[in-house]
């Protein structure tokens, strides 16, 4: 069983400040690294993706990535009530039967205007 | 515009009853998905196919079926046999790569069971 681990929160932040958003994963095959955003009712929309370790900008997002320590972290800046979702890490193994994605349960963050 | 469509939105079925949810993609990705989520919880994965005619089964692939006849296209059946079918399933395509590239997803079917 591959394991994808997120608290599931809930994350509370004030409108403006930064939210962090944890993820570790069992498997060291695991190549990729996404984080999905999933608003209630919807289906998961991709933020970031990573693969390689460090840090990885874009926009208000930063994705963090350590292999070492098999954790992959989300970084929002400048938080806004519209970031109000639930948050799925996602890792990409691949296998001799193809690519599969396992997800973590998800982190809910609530950005509080 | 390129997409992947998943069809109907909502759904309701008799308990026993089979039911078919469709799932088409112009994408041009080799490889399809089909995921369930229940409330609170996280993606779990039914079946995969890398290849036309070729699907694997995921981690509770029991109860369900699929078939990939054509690469747009990838309907999964939840059979009677699913013990506790109602939930939101997600169907998603990649590319057939080296596993760099994340998943699309459909809008996904919402399926109600009583």
């Known amino acids: 069983q591959k394991e994808v681990e997120q608290n599931s929160g809930p994350l509370s932040v004030p409108e403006g400040a930064i939210a962090s958003l944890n993820c570790t994963y069992s498997d060291r095959g695991s190549q990729s690294f996404f984080w999905y955003r999933q608003y209630s009712g919807k289906s998961p929309e991709l933020i970031m993706f990573?693969?390689?370790?460090g840090d990885k900008e874009d926009g208000r997002f930063t994705a963090q990535l350590n292999k070492a320590s098999q954790y992959v972290s989300l970084l929002i800046r400048d938080s806004q009530p519209s970031d109000s979702a639930t948050y799925l890490c996602a890792v990409n193994i691949l296998s001799n039967t193809g690519n599969q994605f396992y997800f973590g349960t998800g982190t809910s963050l609530t950005v509080i205007p | 515009d390129g997409g992947i469509t998943q069809s109907p939105k909502y759904l309701f079925r008799k308990e026993g009853q089979n039911v078919t949810l469709s799932c088409e993609q112009n994408l041009n990705h080799d490889a399809m998905y089909w995921y369930r989520q229940d409330p609170g919880q996280g993606l779990r994965l039914i079946y995969y196919s890398q290849i036309v005619n070729d699907f694997q089964k995921g981690d509770i692939a029991e109860g369900y079926s699929v078939s990939r006849e054509k690469k747009e296209s990838f309907p999964l059946t939840v059979t009677s046999a699913q013990k506790n079918p109602t939930a939101f399933y997600l169907c998603?395509?990649?590319?057939?790569?080296?596993?760099?590239?994340?998943?699309?997803f459909g809008n996904g079917t919402r399926l109600t069971v009583t």
């Open positions: 990573i693969y390689s370790n």
């Open positions: 998603a395509s990649t590319p057939s790569d080296d596993g760099g590239s994340p998943l699309h």
